[in-house]
Every structure is written in C-alpha cells, then in structure tokens.
C-alpha cells in the first residue's frame, strides 16, 4: 500500500510491502525488524530497530504525521503485517537468577521490561532461589506448552541449566531459549549475537530472530545423560574451575586469578581420546551463511554408530582437552575460543594441546585473546572437527569442566545432536551489513534505555557509524 504522509514537515510517499516501509526506492526499515506499532487520530508511531556498533541494536521510534485517513489504514495494514511475521513470542517463561556474575540479573531485567510491554508480550516471571530450581521446572511442568519460549537472565550456567531440563522432557517439547546477558562470560550471548548487550539480546526475542544451536550429548561413565551447550574441558581448564569454584567471594575476576595459580602449579594430566572425526568449515560464523541447519528436534531417530573403522586414538599426556560446543566468543575471547566452529554445522571442534611449556601456554592464551591472532597456528595446538569423542581418565584424575560446572568421572562420550536447540538470536552480523534507516522523523523514547531526543521539535535522524555508541544524529527540521 502507498500513503502520504509528512516527513520534516514535507510530503512524501510511503510504500508498505512484504520487505517492509520504504520512500521511493529507499528501504526506511524491514518489516521484520518493526515490533510495535501505536496510532493517534493523525500520527502512526512506529517502533522498530536501529542498528549501533559492535553488533548493537537499539530501539527507535519513526513518527508519521498525516491524514486521519490514510493514518489509519496503514496503522491498520502495519498491525495485520507485523502479525504474521513468524517466530515472534507472545507469553514468555523467564527465569531470572539474582546471584550469577556480577549480580545485574534483577537490575538488568528491570531495563528490558518497558520494551517487551510495549511490544505487547507477557512475561511470568520466577526468580530463582537455588541451584536446579529452573532445570526442574524445564523437565517436568505440564504447562511448558503455553509459553512460546523460555527466557533466561542470567550466565550460561543458567542456559545451561535450562538446556537440560528441557533436552531431558518425556515428550521431547522444544520451545525456543531467549537470552538476557547477566553472568560472567555470557558466551552463547556473543558467540550467537556478537554482543553480551542486554538491549540488543532483548530485541533479538522481541522481533523473533531464530537461529538453531548444536548440542553436545555426554554419556557418563555412570550411564547418565548430560548436555553441554558451550564446552566441555579437561586438564588446565578444569584445573581453573577447580580452584575458582574456592574464591567465589572474588566474582569474575576468580577466574583470572584462578588461571594464575593453575598455570604456576602447572598440574600434568593423561588421557585416552578416541574420535571419529567430521566434516566442518574454516570459515567464521556470521548472520545468513549457508553452513548452519535449521532448528529441528534433537530427539529423533538415533544416528548409526560409526563404524570401528572410522576412529582414531591418542593415549598419553595433555595439558588442555578441550570440546567446543560454539564458537565460544566473549569480551575476553573477541575472535572466539573456537573460531571456526558455528553454531549449528553439526560438529564438534576438540581442540587439544599436548605437552608444552609455561610460556608456550601462555601465548596460547594470548593468542585466544587477540582476535587477530590464529591459536591454530601454534605448532603444539590441535584442531580435529569431530561427530564422536570419547575421553577416558586416569584414576582419580576425570575432573571435568561442563559449561563452567565441575564434574567428576573416570570417562565421557560426546556426541553432537545437530541443531538440537533454538535461540533467539540472528548470529553475528557483517561490519557493513548493519545498515540502519537512513531519514525518518523520530519522537522521544520511552522505554528507560537511552536518552530521550528534546521535546517540543520535529527532528530528523540520522546514523553514524563512526560514533562510539552511533547514536541518534539530531537535527531541527
């Protein structure tokens, strides 16, 4: 449809479409990044996204003035369109854990409520109290099925938590997990968005972007069943969780020191690895690549056990044994622990490091943390895409480290279920694909996350990509 209406106090034609409003030739917004709509006798208010740096989203207001009329009719044909863009939420389960990270989960859900009111969504809201109390309702409520998804405000123990209570359901029940970053590395956030940003994690559910996750199924040596969703590591790495898990009254920085205290004692380690390994990309994981699967039940039919042919063996000793899950990007990790590993390509990355010095460990580690910096490159760094992996422990030495909880076993068999979660999340957006809308007549935010343009004048904005946080560019009309 097509309608008049004023821009910067001048006429100008509008066109709505399946892509989304345009003037002219010019794209103002897609359609599927518009989440709300409000109308007055002579305005339509249109609440849709802007894009920011660093893979930033942020809400912004497009207000229309025009005839009663012809503002009518396309507040009424934005409200049917919107309605049928698919995946977006309507009832949302969240569980919000107060004592993750740096504890912000309660203040940070408290930022992104406004925005989900006015998207009209209903949140019930838990807020957790112990561990597994999430887990336990994920696995065993009836009335999962009256929620479109499941939102987390927390780390990724929480996800984690949430991922298992759901992946361990009787009747095999998925419904998409949303993410409000709130814990200390909050990687799934960043390895699926780019960002750990709470408004842009919230804007992502809002406008029901959907993207599938692999999961990791671990057989114990016990015979019971876990899922990882991030890593599963052996040797230094659960060393540091070891030691972290006694300076909890430290925060994140126990991390830091952790390592430290890991890397002087320098602790030595033996296994036996066994895995078949898998098909998988070099390339990075970014937004609309043709490498990751679409979301699909991780409980279907059993694959084959691969033939006794197709394994291969390593038996001796190791300083790190790790299991990427994703591509395990944080604030600390920027290029990612993983880089090549997507988020749903249906493998699993073991990346093993054998025997080597202090120093060698640490520009391994140096090499993680500069993302333009190839960890792979290092002579004594493995990279093995694989389907299957098979760790098995020496006695008294099975300390795992499962998505940041400590396990204990003699042994492990990790088997990727591909795609076997969905996220709210587009994955990581090109530098250059971010454009955001070019000219449009904006009105003050109301949703108590950035500041508000001057009352009183009609404005015009516009987006600049050089600005640290590329704010809004007011200017008189």
Request: charged share 20%; glycine share 8%.
């Amino acid at each position: 449809m097509q309608v008049k209406a004023l821009l910067k106090g001048k006429p100008v034609a509008l066109a709505l479409d399946d892509t989304g409003l345009a003037i002219g030739d010019t794209t103002l917004v897609p359609l599927r990044e518009i989440w709300s709509v409000h109308h007055t006798l002579t305005s339509v208010t249109v609440h849709c996204v802007r894009r920011s740096k660093k893979c930033r989203w942020r809400p912004l207001q497009l207000v229309f003035f025009g005839d009663e009329r012809e503002m009518g009719a396309l507040s009424a044909e934005l409200h049917t369109r919107i309605a049928q863009v698919p995946n977006r939420p309507r009832r949302i389960k969240v569980f919000i854990n107060p004592f993750g990270g740096k504890r912000q989960a309660t203040k940070n859900m408290a930022a992104v409520r406004g925005l989900f009111v006015t998207a009209g969504i209903s949140l019930d809201e838990v807020v957790t109290t112990h561990g597994s109390q999430a887990g336990t309702w994920m696995q065993s409520a009836a009335e999962l099925s009256s929620f479109d998804a499941v939102m987390v405000v927390g780390g990724d123990g929480l996800f984690h938590e949430i991922a298992n209570g759901m992946l361990a359901r009787a009747d095999r029940q998925i419904i998409p997990i949303g993410i409000i970053p709130s814990g200390s590395t909050d990687t799934v956030a960043y390895s699926a968005s780019g960002t750990n940003d709470i408004i842009t994690c919230a804007l992502h559910i809002i406008v029901g972007d959907h993207h599938a996750l692999d999961v990791c199924k671990l057989t114990m040596d016990d015979g019971s069943i876990r899922y990882a969703t991030n890593f599963l590591g052996f040797g230094y790495f659960s060393d540091v969780l070891w030691e972290s898990d006694k300076h909890r009254w430290m925060g994140p920085a126990r991390y830091d020191y952790s390592g430290f205290l890991s890397i002087l004692r320098w602790k030595k380690h033996r296994l036996r690895i066994r895995y078949v390994e898998a098909n998988s990309p070099s390339s990075e994981c970014y937004c609309g690549d043709a490498v990751c699967l679409p979301a699909r039940t991780p409980h279907g039919p059993a694959a084959d056990p691969p033939p006794a042919t197709a394994w291969k063996e390593y038996e001796g000793p190791t300083r790190t044994t790790n299991i990427a899950v994703l591509p395990l990007k944080s604030d600390k990790t920027v290029g990612g622990f993983a880089p090549g590993k997507h988020l749903a390509d249906g493998s699993l990355h073991l990346i093993h490091i054998r025997q080597c010095s202090r120093i060698q460990f640490i520009r391994f580690l140096l090499h993680v943390a500069f993302p333009s910096w190839d960890q792979f490159k290092l002579p004594f760094v493995e990279k093995i895409p694989c389907s299957h992996v098979q760790l098995i422990f020496e006695p008294g030495d099975g300390a795992m480290n499962i998505d940041g909880e400590a396990v204990a076993g003699t042994a492990a068999h990790a088997e990727v279920l591909p795609a076997g979660l969905i996220i709210y999340a587009r994955g990581v957006e090109r530098v250059g694909t971010m454009a955001s809308p070019l000219v449009a007549q904006t009105s003050p935010a109301s949703y108590g996350t950035r500041a508000s343009p001057p009352k009183g004048r009609a404005v015009a904005a516009t987006f600049d990509e050089s600005a640290e946080d590329a704010p809004l560019l007011l200017s008189n009309s």
